[in-house]
Every structure is written in structure tokens, then in C-alpha cells.
């Protein structure tokens, strides 16, 4: 049997904080102790937020810790190509739709509807796509692409769950409401996701799915803000004929009053605890994990 994959797959938009270093190291405990192998993979497609210098600092922060990964690091944003090959699969399969709203139009599509009756918002609260792009005239849609109007390329959710119904993953750790073992993938909360934009043809959630698949990853160790998400990546995976890994949600670190760290808060980030004289051992004092490899 070959060796199960890890994968610790921070984005660079930010440094490191304590809840990245619980992650990280939770991954390194979890790989070690069942012989397996821990990959980095660098989640850089939003071009306009990962920058190279929190890049530099990811490998400068997880070195610091003692954490050591196979190489060749995967940088997602040289991998556009085989992100696009999968959207023009799915659109040809009909599944995927150009949505020409603004954000703004979208946001103003909400508050109408909203006026009647509240609208259904996603897992991670916000509000399902509102709009009719889906059900557009082709001589309308191929205008507006002509024009070169922006779109974001969604997720005809209901086409796509004809027939997957019964998709589900296995948990081995914990969603928000304590679901476990097999739990049921419920991507129709998603509504039509956006799976890639005109200018970035992929997205954080087909991104994820096609790595994890060519990267041979076999244990997803992730934070539980992404537990729903898998529901998503379940669904894609079904989609696109890729085997699924095991997943493990673990509790996000939060500060002292009970929030989830940020990328924008100094206080809890890796080098300013560091220049404070931490050492990788407090850290994992910080972030409750037992001391030193097991
Ligand atoms: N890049 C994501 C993040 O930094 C993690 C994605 C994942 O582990 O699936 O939150």
C-alpha cells in the first residue's frame, strides 16, 4: 500500500497565524503517526490578495516550527491550464452557465427579493445567487460575451445533482453541529456556485478537488470553517470522476473572545510571536497539541 498524503494548503494573503500552526502541525502529528507523507500546496489564484512576500514567509514560518514537506511545492497558479480543461468538461456538459452581474447588481437583486421574504444564504451566510443568467437566450449570452462583459462562470446546481443524491464523505473529525462518520453531502445549500470568473478561470472549490485528486491526497486535515464546503468538493468529485479522500474537520483556534483568528491581526501571527521570544515548543503549547513529535 502506498503511504497515505497529507496536505497543508495555506493561502498567501497574510502571515501565518496560531490557527495555521495548530493546522499545519496537526496535519505533521496525524502523517507521522500513520507513516504518511505531508505536501504544501500554495493556493494562490486570487491575484489580487497572495502576495510573494507571505509566500517567503510561509516556508520561513513552517520551517521555523520544524515542518519539512515534499517538494516540488504546487503553486495553484501555475496550474491554470488544467483548471480550465475541467470547466470547458463541465460546460460542455451543459453544467456551468456565464452569470454577467456585478456584485453590486447582485447585492441589489438580493435586497429586492428580500423585501418579500428572506432570502436563503449559504453555509458561510451569504445570500445564493438571485439571478437568471442560467436561463439567458444563447443569442443574449453570446452577445454580452462578445461585448466582453465580466462573468462569473456558476454551477447549475440542479443539473448537476440529477442523479448524485446520494453523496456523502467520510468525517473523521467534526462539523459545527457535531456530524461525523458518513456524513450526507448537501450541495443545493450552495446554490449555483461560482466555480470560475472570466479573468481566473478557476475557483478556491474546483481548484481544491482537481489537486487534491492529482496530488494523490488521501487525508484532508482542514479547518471546520470548510466543513460545508466539502459538500462542494463531494459533488465535484463525483462530477469530474475523482476519488475522494478521508476528511478531518478540527476546531479553529480562536482569540480570547471566542472569534476566529485573522490573517489582518498581528497579535497571533507565527513571526510576532517569534520576535516575542516564542519557541516552536510554545507554539504547540498555544495551540494544545502535545509537546514535541510523538
Ligand atoms: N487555502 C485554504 C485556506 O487557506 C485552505 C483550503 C483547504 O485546506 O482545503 O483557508
Same mark, same amino acid.
Given at each position: 500500500?502506498?503511504?497515505?498524503?497529507?496536505?497543508?494548503?495555506?493561502? @498567501?494573503?497574510? &502571515?501565518?497565524?496560531?490557527?495555521?500552526? &495548530?493546522?499545519?502541525? $496537526?496535519?505533521?502529528? !496525524?502523517?507521522?503517526?500513520?507513516?504518511?507523507?505531508?505536501?504544501?500546496?500554495?493556493?494562490?489564484i486570487d491575484? =489580487?490578495?497572495?502576495? /510573494?512576500?507571505?509566500?517567503?514567509?510561509?516556508?520561513?514560518? $513552517?520551517?521555523?516550527?520544524?515542518?519539512?514537506?515534499?517538494? /516540488?511545492?504546487?503553486?495553484? *497558479?501555475?496550474?491554470?491550464?488544467?483548471y480550465?480543461?475541467?470547466v470547458?468538461?463541465l460546460s460542455?456538459?451543459?453544467l456551468i452557465y456565464p452569470a454577467f452581474e456585478s456584485r453590486a447588481e447582485i447585492a441589489?437583486l438580493?435586497?429586492?427579493?428580500?423585501?418579500?421574504? /428572506?432570502?436563503?444564504?449559504?453555509?458561510?451566510?451569504t445570500p445564493l445567487y438571485p439571478g437568471m443568467a442560467k436561463?439567458l437566450? @444563447?443569442?443574449?449570452r453570446?452577445?454580452l460575451l462578445?461585448?466582453?462583459v465580466p462573468y462569473a462562470l456558476r454551477l447549475d446546481m440542479?443539473?448537476?445533482?440529477?442523479?448524485?443524491?446520494?453523496?456523502?464523505?467520510?468525517?473523521?473529525?467534526?462539523?459545527?453541529?457535531?456530524? #461525523?462518520?458518513?456524513?450526507?453531502?448537501?450541495?443545493?445549500?450552495w446554490g449555483d456556485v461560482i466555480l470560475a470568473r472570466k479573468e481566473t478561470p478557476t475557483s478556491y472549490h474546483l481548484?481544491?478537488?482537481?489537486?487534491? %485528486? !492529482?496530488?494523490?491526497? #488521501?487525508?484532508?486535515?482542514?479547518?471546520?470553517?470548510?466543513?460545508?464546503? %466539502? %459538500?462542494?468538493?463531494?459533488? !465535484?468529485?463525483?462530477?469530474?470522476?475523482?476519488?475522494? @479522500?478521508? &476528511?478531518?474537520?478540527?476546531?479553529?483556534? =480562536?482569540?480570547?473572545?471566542?472569534?476566529?483568528? *485573522?490573517? %489582518? =491581526?498581528?497579535? #497571533?501571527? !507565527?513571526?510576532?510571536?517569534?520576535?516575542?521570544?516564542? =519557541?516552536?515548543?510554545?507554539?504547540?503549547?498555544?495551540?494544545?497539541?502535545?509537546?514535541?513529535? @510523538?
Open positions: 500500500m502506498p503511504p497515505p498524503v497529507f496536505r497543508f494548503a495555506p493561502s @498567501p494573503n497574510g &502571515y501565518l497565524h496560531l490557527g495555521h500552526a &495548530y493546522s499545519a502541525l $496537526l496535519n505533521v502529528d !496525524l502523517a507521522r503517526r500513520v507513516g504518511g507523507k505531508l505536501l504544501l500546496r500554495i493556493e494562490d491575484a =489580487t490578495r497572495c502576495r /510573494p512576500e507571505f509566500e517567503a514567509a510561509i516556508y520561513e514560518d $513552517l520551517a521555523w516550527l520544524g515542518i519539512g514537506w515534499e517538494k /516540488p511545492v504546487r503553486r495553484q *497558479s501555475e496550474h491554470f491550464a488544467r480550465l480543461e475541467a470547458d468538461a460542455a456538459r451543459g441589489a438580493v435586497a429586492e427579493r428580500e423585501r418579500a421574504a /428572506p432570502w436563503p444564504r449559504d453555509p458561510d451566510g436561463s437566450a @444563447p443569442a443574449a453570446r452577445r462578445e461585448q466582453g440542479a443539473a448537476a445533482c440529477e442523479g448524485a443524491q446520494d453523496l456523502a464523505w467520510t468525517e473523521r473529525g467534526e462539523g459545527p453541529g457535531g456530524e #461525523t462518520g458518513n456524513v450526507a453531502a448537501r450541495p443545493q445549500a481548484a481544491v478537488v482537481i489537486d487534491d %485528486s !492529482l496530488q494523490g491526497v #488521501t487525508d484532508v486535515v482542514r479547518g471546520r470553517d470548510l466543513f460545508w464546503s %466539502s %459538500s462542494v468538493h463531494r459533488l !465535484l468529485q463525483h462530477l469530474l470522476g475523482l476519488p475522494q @479522500p478521508a &476528511y478531518r474537520h478540527h476546531p479553529l483556534v =480562536t482569540d480570547a473572545s471566542g472569534q476566529k483568528l *485573522s490573517k %489582518s =491581526t498581528d497579535a #497571533t501571527a !507565527l513571526r510576532e510571536l517569534r520576535r516575542q521570544g516564542a =519557541t516552536p515548543a510554545d507554539i504547540r503549547r498555544l495551540v494544545g497539541l502535545p509537546e514535541g513529535p @510523538p
